[in-house]
């Protein structure tokens, strides 16, 4: 009990420090535009995205990243916790991988240091994709199209792994949103949000949202407890960091989620049990900074977050090189 009180006041303190440096760096914002991608390897870039939308990544021949990602809303899946091979029921909430590439770490606990480190997951993952780094090789290795592009990209017809993972890392590289309203608001532009919205932004800073969502991906840069003032009660998606670190400190520590486009990547929290941006934001008063909002200011903090949404990715959907007579076929059903 003393040294959870201990860790709250130490949290609230570093909150109160950030809050005040926020408020007299008048002349400086902590959150930064989006830059837009540079792309210098196309043809890798194109590869990634292939992969990116092939299900024949999967042991199912059914399941792709987009499954889980779809660009079409937000890089997310918006249902709780993910479902993947078999209709299994995922352990934790799929987050966006629009600007992914600004995280810390990848994962909820921060478990691969990046994406390309990241990619190779899902594929082998019992409950995602389920297949495994041998077979998904196997089978790209089988389809003539994909052995050109392979060889156009590595100057070398022989698939593997870490091409597979490198591609796809690269094309996420270029999931990021520019240009949001809010973007555009501290590029200058004093009419890109409402009255409401820039009430929204100040109470964001005031109360100290800011101090664990900033930088230009509002999140994503620090790992930070869920339940600092009051205690998150949660039975899904596990004890967050300590998984990593080991230590007990980091229990129920999570990545601090990214907020930029959070108006499309419902539901909230790593379980996904807040459907809604007013009820993430009351839980966040609460929880994080021991403050009630009422109805007005939880609705100018929302409208703020709503100008966080920015241009989502635009592209020609690849169409994917057909199958070749070798080509290992999928397995939908398990018993
Ligand atoms: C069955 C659903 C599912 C599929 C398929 C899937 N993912 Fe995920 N993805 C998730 C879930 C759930 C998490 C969070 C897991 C965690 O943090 O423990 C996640 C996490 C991520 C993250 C980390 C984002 C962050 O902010 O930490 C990235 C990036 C990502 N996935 C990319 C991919 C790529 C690339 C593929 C395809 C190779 C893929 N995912 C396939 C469900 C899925
Ligand atoms: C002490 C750090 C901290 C503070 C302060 C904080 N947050 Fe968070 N925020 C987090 C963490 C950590 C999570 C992820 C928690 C989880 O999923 O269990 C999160 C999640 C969120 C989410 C859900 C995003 C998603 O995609 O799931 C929203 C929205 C959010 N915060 C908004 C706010 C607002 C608004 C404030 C101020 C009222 C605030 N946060 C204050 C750390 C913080």
Aim: with cysteine; aromatic share 8%; net charge positive.
């Amino acid at each position: 009990m003393k040294k959870r009180l201990g860790m709250t006041v130490m949290a609230l303190a570093a909150i109160a420090t950030l809050g005040a440096g926020v408020l007299n760096a008048k002349d400086r914002e902590l959150i930064d535009p989006i830059k837009p991608a540079k792309v210098t390897d196309a043809a890798l870039v194109e590869l990634g995205k292939k992969l990116y939308f092939d299900p024949r990544l999967s042991k199912s021949g059914f399941i792709s990243c987009n499954s889980c990602h779809n660009l079409s809303m937000g890089g997310t899946d918006n249902i709780k916790t993910s479902i993947g091979h078999n209709w299994t029921k995922g352990p934790i909430n799929a987050p966006t991988v629009l600007n992914s590439s600004l995280n810390v770490a990848q994962f909820w606990d921060g478990r691969a240091a990046d994406l390309k480190e990241q990619a190779g997951g899902p594929i082998a993952n019992p409950g995602e994709m389920a297949s495994s780094h041998t077979l998904s090789v196997h089978i790209l290795q089988s389809i003539p199209g994909y052995v050109a592009d392979f060889k156009k990209v590595f100057g070398s017809d022989k698939v593997d792994i870490d091409k597979v993972t490198k591609a796809i890392a690269a094309f996420e590289e270029t999931l990021v949103t520019p240009n949001s309203r809010f973007d555009k608001w501290l590029k200058g532009d004093k009419k890109a949000i409402t009255e409401q919205e820039l009430a929204g932004y100040n109470l964001f800073k005031s109360t100290g949202c800011i101090a664990c969502h900033n930088g230009p991906a509002v999140g994503g840069n620090t790992f930070q407890k869920m339940g600092i003032v009051e205690p998150y009660k949660s039975t899904t998606g596990g004890d967050g960091r300590s998984a990593v670190t080991g230590k007990d400190a980091d229990r129920f520590n999570y990545k601090v989620p990214t907020l930029r486009n959070v108006e499309l990547t419902y539901p909230y929290f790593h379980d996904g049990e807040a459907a809604t941006l007013k009820e993430a934001v009351d839980v966040m008063g609460r929880l994080q900074l021991g403050r009630k909002f009422t109805e007005d200011e939880n609705a100018k903090i929302v409208a703020f977050l709503h100008t966080l949404t920015g241009d989502q990715p635009n592209f020609k959907l690849p169409i994917l090189p057909a199958s070749s007579d070798i080509t290992p076929r999928p397995s939908p059903f398990d018993k």
